[in-house]
């Protein structure tokens, strides 16, 4: 630098969303000129960071906040027939008790995400991943059902606020050309939180072994596996601490120069070899629409604490409204339908399958039509409630099945596109689970619930870059905090569907499932496909 001559140079342009963008930029007498005037607006500063070792690295600690809320959302398929004598659960009680945390996230997510739109994406992710890992450690010990539900519970709270925030947080970071695949990664993620959850309750659960014992409480394997299962969260609560605040949502909230620090770091990191940022601030004239933007400002926010939260919770429901203006209403029904549906359909299943392998272990049969199943508990005591071990195998290797979908969603969704993947993995999920309540053999159950999670995978894998990409910067987080809200109900009466009636009319849930899921497909065609687009 001390042998060129430099010129500040700021150059005007129009931005992607019609404001006015200043882009302050060194300029280089010795360099090329075409080169000196590379960066227009955010989403090319952006871009001029390049995609190295910053890239990687963030997304993988969003990948592992990811990790945290599968793992605590699948523990509980485990739980089910672990707990089921310590807690004297009934069919009844194990769907109120799988319901418990998606309450939660229903209540969490649509709150957390909108926000996270208001007072930042990383304090949001931080906040929400310490509820959801000291609630979930602190229900292990719990010798009670009522008060175990209710811990899960504020458990899914936190879940509920990291899920929708996590691909916001993630998306903000990535240059248009590898956002696709970056969140591809993001959630293949979960499926990697599916496998640890079986796996570490293969490894823990079976044997019953009692580590502790605390007055007439004893903490036997499953409470250890439901302490072990809150350690991803309280890690990546303590990751968040050391990450940057989206430069998007820094933007938009005013804060410039923050972006260009932030801008930075993310170049530096990608470019070890002392390579010189030449981007040295943003400015945008205000817009209409940004009264709806994120507002964090210490000028903006009311001194009255009352005043603060009325401000905030009009601030949520303004967004929530923009979702159906004439622009965004197509797009926001088609997805919420196609939300709810895959809610429904995937949940509902997947968190009953390890209950469905017990039965068919234990009495053969289909999963729906075992012998007399009597939905009673047993007396505290005197619990007798059998558990085949070999439920924790079946439930590792079908779970395995769902690698190769989030593989293949990693590669393919920035070159076939998105709603090509999304339709597919509806589709065949809708067939796969219209044969798996006649299958007699656990074997074969296996396999097809691995086919099913596989397809499943892609499904909710292109859901999710979806969701991020076609709604702006100031209505990202609160979009998809509602569509989660929307979600979390659908699977709310998922649960309580086959906690009622997986005992005496097994095939309605399921059968229910492969037509929601049909239903959801025929919504994907509607849909708009954002591939390489930069984000609004």
């Given amino acids: ?83 089921a004598c310590d807690l004297d659960l009934t069919s009844s009680d194990k769907g109120i008790l799988t319901s418990a945390i998606f309450i939660g996230m229903m209540l969490g997510g649509y709150v957390w995400g909108a926000l996270a739109d208001v007072n930042g994406r990383r304090k949001v ?18 010798p009670y059902f009522s008060l175990f539900v209710i811990l899960r519970l504020f458990s899914g709270i936190g879940v509920g606020g990291s899920i929708p925030v996590i691909f916001t947080f993630c998306s903000e970071f990535q240059p248009a050309s590898r956002r696709g695949s970056m969140i591809g990664v993001v959630a293949f993620c979960w499926i990697l939180g599916n496998v640890l959850t079986a ?51 820094l ?60 401000a905030e919770v009009r601030d949520i429901g303004t967004a929530t409204c923009c979702l159906f203006n004439r622009h965004l209403r197509k797009i926001s029904v088609a997805l919420a339908v196609v939300t709810i549906t895959f809610s429904f359909g995937y949940y509902g299943l997947v ?49 395995l099945g769902s690698i190769p979908g989030a593989i293949l969603t990693t590669i393919f969704v920035d070159y076939i596109g998105r709603k090509v ?38 499904g909710w894998g292109t859901l999710d870059v979806v969701s991020v990409e076609v709604y702006p910067t100031t209505l990202r987080s609160t979009a998809f905090g509602f569509l989660n809200f929307l979600g979390r109900i659908a699977t709310i009466l998922s649960q309580l569907s086959f906690g009622e009636l997986v005992d005496s009319h097994c095939a309605v849930p399921i059968l229910l499932v492969a037509a929601l899921l049909a239903v959801g497909f025929l919504f994907t065609l509607v849909l708009p496909n954002r591939k390489g687009k930069p984000l609004e």
């Fill in 351 to 399: 968190l009953w399958l390890p209950e469905l392998y017990n039965r068919m272990r234990l009495y053969g049969g289909t999963p729906c039509q075992p012998p007399d199943l009597p939905n009673r508990p047993v007396p505290a005591g005197n619990c007798s409630t059998p558990i085949s071990d070999q439920i924790f195998v079946d439930s590792f290797y079908s779970t």
């Fill in 125 to 142: 992710l931080l906040f929400s991943l310490l509820v959801n890992g000291i609630s979930a450690l602190l229900s292990s010990f719990s």
């Fill in 1 to 83: 630098m001390d042998n060129h001559s430099v010129n500040i140079v700021a150059e005007k342009h129009s931005g992607d969303d019609g404001a006015e963008l200043y882009a302050v930029v060194q300029q280089n007498e010795d360099s090329d000129p075409e080169e000196n005037h590379a960066v227009h607006n955010l989403d090319k500063a952006l871009e001029s960071t390049g995609f190295g070792l910053f890239h990687i690295l963030f997304t993988l600690c969003c990948g592992w906040a990811n990790v945290s809320d599968s793992v605590e959302v699948m523990s509980v398929s485990f739980i089910l027939p672990s707990a």
């Fill in 199 to 249: 796996g570490v309750a293969w490894l823990v659960i079976p044997g019953d072994t009692h580590f502790i014992t605390l007055g007439t409480l004893k903490y036997d394997s499953w409470r250890m596996f439901v302490a072990l299962c809150s350690l991803p969260s309280l890690t990546s609560a303590f990751i968040m601490l050391f990450l940057p605040e989206s430069p998007k949502f």
């Fill in 251 to 310: 933007y938009y909230s005013g804060k410039h120069d923050e972006v260009v620090k932030v801008l930075e770091l993310m170049h530096r990191w990608n470019h070890r070899n002392g390579e010189v940022f030449l981007v040295k601030s943003l400015v945008a004239c205000e817009l209409e629409y940004e009264r709806l933007a994120i507002r964090a400002s210490s000028d903006y926010i009311p001194a009255s604490r009352l005043r603060r939260f009325l």
């Fill in 421 to 458: 993947l999304l339709a597919s993995g509806m589709f065949v999920s809708s067939v796969t689970v219209f044969f798996i309540w006649q299958l007699h053999s656990v074997t074969d159950a296996v396999i097809l619930a691995a086919v099913f999670g596989g397809f499943a995978t892609v």
